[in-house]
């Protein structure tokens, strides 16, 4: 059975019995869609999010540090994509992070697996996606952003371009005692609480709107509408669509309701993922911050892969759903 | 008494340079508070995340968080 049901039936009761909205209508349904959607995405939000910020609680990167040095390397890129789901990108965190592991001795590689699965692996794109298309998108998604993350490390390992990181990171040494400030339970609660409430103040306009938005395409779009123009026949669909993600940093939330719709009215999953992907993880700020550890032309290489990564994704989805 | 905080530039460790300021003036702190953005020192210190907020050369809060009371707290208990 579907545990979404009980909010349906919330959802049809709001929409009908209190909106007074004619059952059957294309309005009524739009109306019942988004709210349907928009309780089950806060809900999820709401308890994903807050479990999610313990566990991460007990993984500062300080601890991170000592996990990924003196590893194998692919078992270090795989340990740092892994602990990269749980991570939030958070640009003020990326440059001291960086030089942090670069600095104790972490291989590049692996640095940059932990460093691409962080903000690619977004939970809040990974709990709307499994809000909206359940359990097996949303898997897929996390297991291919950290199949991603794992391989482009492993491949810009290989490149040997530490020459390639700003000269300044490598002279700089970090005191050997980390600094351990102590949180009890409850302190991890109150932050994680903190946090979750932060977060969903802060991404709920984009989630109405994108809900909503969603909520008209669904209602109103004719089916098949992009079935022929971006389906899987037309090869530059999945390239346009990561292109098209880029400047929707951040807004996963926003966006990820549309897709759904977009999906209905016939847009192949695997260009839909590769599109998510490039809106979570290709974003300016990032780069922008990134350039200031790394020369530009790893910044360069490190672009091209990880896009080449995601294309391929999204084709690979393609061709096997 | 020295209050410091250590950031990467980002508007976030700026705003907690703001609140740290608002707290200080509440406090009467006679001391400025201190706002660095070299990257250098927060990893000098052993700390991989950004903003810190250092009391007295004692690193007390690492990342930021929207709860002042717990920011003037931690200041007030490291004085």
């Not at chain 1, 059975?1 to 309005?27: C, E, R």
């Not at chain 1, 440059?95 to 932990?114: A, D, K, N, Q, R």
């Not at chain 1, 302190?187 to 977060?199: G, I, K």
């Not at chain 1, 209905?264 to 993922?273: C, D, H, N």
Request: charged share 15%.
């Amino acid at each position: 059975m579907d545990i979404f049901y009980p909010i349906q039936i919330l959802a049809d009761w709001i929409t009908y019995s209190i909106l007074h909205f004619v059952k059957g209508s294309i309005l009524g349904g739009a109306v019942d869609f988004f709210v349907n959607d928009s309780v089950k995405i806060f809900l999820l939000l709401s308890v994903i999010i807050f479990a999610v910020s313990v566990i991460r609680s007990y993984l500062p990167p300080e601890k991170t540090k000592k996990w990924l040095t003196n590893r194998f390397e692919i078992v270090g890129n795989i340990i740092a994509a892994l602990i990269g789901i749980v991570t939030p990108f958070c640009s003020c965190s990326a440059v001291p992070l960086f030089i942090g592991l670069v600095e104790s001795g972490v291989p590049l590689g692996v640095t940059f697996s932990y460093l691409i699965s962080a903000p690619m692996v977004n939970e809040v794109a990974a709990v709307m996606l499994l809000g909206l298309f359940g359990p097996m998108i949303a898997l897929l998604y996390i297991v291919s952003g950290v199949a991603i993350a794992v391989i482009v490390g492993f491949i810009l390992g290989r490149l040997k371009l530490e020459y390639l990181v700003e000269d300044y990171v490598w002279k700089i040494k970090a005191n050997c005692q980390t600094v351990d400030i102590k949180k009890t339970f409850t302190d991890r609660l109150r932050e994680a609480y903190q946090y979750t409430l932060d977060l969903i103040k802060k991404v709920f306009p984009y989630v109405l709107v994108g809900v909503a938005a969603g909520a008209l395409v669904h209602g109103y779009a004719p089916e098949n509408l992009l079935a022929k123009i971006a389906g899987k026949g037309n090869l530059f669909a999945v390239p346009l669509a990561v292109l098209i993600g880029v400047p929707l940093y951040s807004n996963a939330a926003g966006t990820i309701p549309i897709v759904k719709s977009l999906i209905e009215k016939g847009l192949p999953i695997g260009t839909a993922l590769a599109f998510m992907m490039s809106v979570t993880a290709l974003s300016f700020p990032e780069m922008i911050i990134l350039r200031k550890v790394l020369k530009p032309k790893l910044l360069a290489i490190y672009i091209a892969i990880l896009t080449i990564g995601i294309i391929f994704t999204g084709y690979l989805f393609n061709w096997v759903l | 008494m020295k209050i410091q905080v250590l950031g990467s530039g980002c508007p976030t460790c700026r705003k907690l340079y703001e609140v740290v300021q608002e707290i200080s003036k509440e406090l009467n702190l006679k001391d400025e508070v201190e706002y660095s953005t070299d990257v250098t020192k927060i990893i000098e210190l052993g700390i991989m995340s950004s903003p810190v907020l250092i009391v007295n050369g004692k690193p007390v809060m690492v990342g930021f968080t929207p709860d002042t009371e717990k920011i003037k707290k931690l200041i007030k208990e490291n004085l």
